[in-house]
């Protein structure tokens, strides 16, 4: 990690997540920048566990950029499909020949349950924080928001499974939840503040986020990067 430099890349490009994350990450003094804004493509997810893909994904955006790297891998996990779509919940239409879309794994969702009695299911997220591209001990944080999966749609907010995830705690889907609620609540917001606390006693990142700091108590942001050839 570079003296002074207290970026740490987020190895997707979802302004959302940008969002979510980075007003976790706020007052550790961590300034978190999309991969795509440094001229990094996304990685490719070609393992079977939520881990291994973020772990790749984490040490590809490290590797171009010599940044620091967080990552997040996710998916909802459907019992009675024995944790399908799992890893492949963003592509489960695709992968039987349909399109790449909410709408697509939705339906096809629906119809591998029909007639299904058991409808328990939760949502997963690993997140991984790559020092370097050689980070012999990532930090990691995992959780699970369990649920059950519903036939019928409710709500327009969120986005993927959420319309016709189910809360029987609460009588609502995910869909219908406002957005502090569920940042609150959800596996990848149990996941980040799991991180957050971690962080706080990471000694590398503590002696980064001083330097960065410094006297006028603003994070310098100027020292540009320039993505590296990939080898």
């Known amino acids: 990690m570079r003296q002074g ?29 999309r991969q795509a804004d440094l001229g990094v493509p996304e990685a490719e997810e070609p393992f079977g566990t939520f881990i291994e893909n973020a772990l790749a994904k984490a040490r590809h955006a490290s590797r ?4 620091p790297a967080l990552a997040d891998d996710s998916g909802l996990c459907v019992d009675a499909l024995d ?33 299904v009695a058991d409808r328990a299911a939760h949502y997963y997220c690993v997140l991984v924080l790559v020092r370097s591209v ?23 907010g969120g986005f993927g499974y959420d319309p016709y995830f189910l809360l029987p705690e609460l009588g609502l889907t995910v869909a219908e939840l406002d957005a502090a609620t ?6 990848r917001g149990q996941a980040m503040r799991l991180l957050v606390e971690r962080l706080r006693h990471d000694r590398v990142l503590r002696s980064v986020r001083a330097d960065a ?12 990067v320039v993505p590296r050839a990939q080898t």
Do not use: F, Y
């Open 5 to 33: 430099d207290s970026r740490i890349v987020l190895a997707s490009n979802n302004a959302g997540k940008l969002r979510e994350m980075s007003a976790l990450l706020a007052p550790l003094g961590l300034s978190l920048v």
């Open 64 to 67: 171009l950029t010599g940044l």
């Open 83 to 115: 944790g399908r779509p799992g890893v492949l919940s963003a592509r489960w239409a695709a992968q039987a020949g349909g399109e790449k879309s909410d709408a697509a794994n939705n339906a096809r969702l629906i119809a591998d349950l029909a007639g």
């Open 134 to 156: 050689d980070d012999p001990q990532p930090v990691v944080a995992d959780a699970s928001w369990h649920g059950e999966v519903s036939d019928t749609p409710r709500g327009t």
């Open 182 to 187: 569920k940042n609150e609540i959800s596996h």
């Open 213 to 224: 700091i410094g006297q006028t108590g603003q994070i310098d942001m100027s020292t540009p």
